[in-house]
């Protein structure tokens, strides 16, 4: 579904990310984990053509996408989901929601209308809050808007960059399990997440970043095993706090 291979990207002379190279399968939900600056969401940005790289390519499907304009990405099938969210405060739920369809909404209204009430279906937190502002939402809440703006583009691959940032632990399982839904669905997403044991508990596959390169890869099984991200991402005592809980 998607492939990146050998891309490297540039902030200003800053050589952010260096000759990343991955796969995601369809249906799959990749995890990007790794400390604050390792250069996460500088790939998700790259993936969605906010930062452009400089060599390497990125592919939906066998098409090379590398080189097409941040809205091309989106009919093209790339969909980002920002982190903290960056709902429209002054709109309402629904109306965030049928933002995320833009490039249809004018081509079939009726369609995309009847689409956003389905998303709507998918988080049951926000049923009779269609018309409420999003920016008078919970953190929790506005993020499941967010998440349902990032559906509602249609993606081949949804894009989530840290959304578990600035939520209690309660409410990041629940945005946990909405993405393990999504998945059991057939979405197709890369999580990028600071929250290494949140994020490796619903991936089927992960990879660890560090100061712009991937370091570990393997099945979320494997890494959550791995002492090297137990001792650097999940904390001393990880697997005995499992075990009492």
């Known amino acids: ?14 050589h952010v990310l260096r000759n990343i190279s991955f796969r995601v399968k369809p249906g799959q939900l990749v995890a990007i984990i790794g400390a604050n600056g390792a250069g996460k969401s500088t790939l998700l940005g790259t993936l969605a053509s906010l930062y452009p790289p400089r060599d390497g390519l990125v592919a939906i499907e066998g098409e090379v996408v590398t080189k097409y304009r941040p809205d091309i990405m989106v009919k093209k099938g790339i969909s980002l989901v920002p982190e903290r969210r960056q709902v429209f405060d002054g709109l309402s739920v629904l109306d965030n929601f ?8 004018n081509k079939d209204r009726k ?4 689409e956003a009430q389905e998303v709507l279906e998918l988080f049951p937190a926000l049923k009779g809050k269609e ?3 999003a920016g ?14 990032g559906l509602m583009a249609k993606p081949k691959v949804l894009l989530l960059d840290e959304p ?14 909405i993405l393990k839904g999504l998945k059991e669905r057939g979405t197709t997403i890369v999580l990028v997440e600071q929250n290494a044991k949140a994020a490796l508990k619903v991936a089927d596959r992960a990879y660890v970043m560090e100061r712009g390169e991937m370091i570990l ?17 999940l904390g001393k005592g990880y697997h005995l706090a499992e075990e009492v809980s």
């Open 131 to 133: 018309e409420e502002y």
């Open 136 to 149: 008078n939402l919970s953190g929790g809440l506005q993020q499941m808007v967010a998440i349902g703006r």
């Open 164 to 177: 578990s940032v600035g939520l209690a632990p309660m409410v990041v399982k629940e945005i946990m399990g």
């Open 111 to 114: 369609t995309v209308n009847q």
């Open 98 to 105: 049928l933002l995320g369809a833009y490039h249809r909404y």
């Open 217 to 233: 890869e393997g099945t979320a099984s494997e890494l959550l095993k791995d002492p090297r991200v137990e001792h650097a991402y």
């Open 1 to 14: 579904m998607l492939r990146v291979s050998g891309v490297n990207t540039f902030h200003g002379h800053i």
